[in-house]
């Protein structure tokens, strides 16, 4: 069974940074990819950016460079730097570990990110 606990959240001010985190506990043996996605209020929930084992990296449109996923094996975790961040990416943002044969999916709790003046 995988778990995952994201963490880094919080509330910044606009053109501000946060980098999140996610704890990944459990066989990823079988590794398909890894993501963080976001949901903001009234909305639904989105694909941020992708990560592969071969290390492609994919983003959403809106992700404008601003957005930098990253994992770090030593220590199983996943992170999602955000930078010059605007009021548009307050969002709940969830950290997803995808494993193949079959193919499954994995969410974290979710870690709030408010951005506002």
């Known amino acids: 069974q995988v778990q995952l606990v994201e963490s880094g959240g919080g509330l910044v001010r606009p053109g501000g940074s946060l980098r999140l985190s996610c704890v990944v506990s459990?066989?990823?043996?079988?590794?398909?990819?890894m993501a963080w996605h976001r949901q903001a209020p009234g909305k639904q929930r989105e694909l941020v950016a992708t990560?592969?084992?071969?290390?492609?990296?994919t983003y959403a449109d809106f992700a404008n460079g601003r957005f930098t996923i990253s994992r770090d094996d030593t220590t199983n975790m996943v992170f999602l730097q955000i930078d010059r961040l605007k009021p548009e990416d307050t969002a709940v943002y969830y950290c997803?570990?995808?494993?193949?044969?079959?193919?499954?999916?994995?969410w974290g709790q979710g870690t709030q990110v408010s951005v506002s003046s």
């Open positions: 990560l592969t084992p071969s290390g492609r990296t």
């Open positions: 997803h570990v995808m494993l193949k044969e079959p193919l499954r999916g994995y």
């Open positions: 459990g066989s990823i043996i079988n590794l398909y990819a």
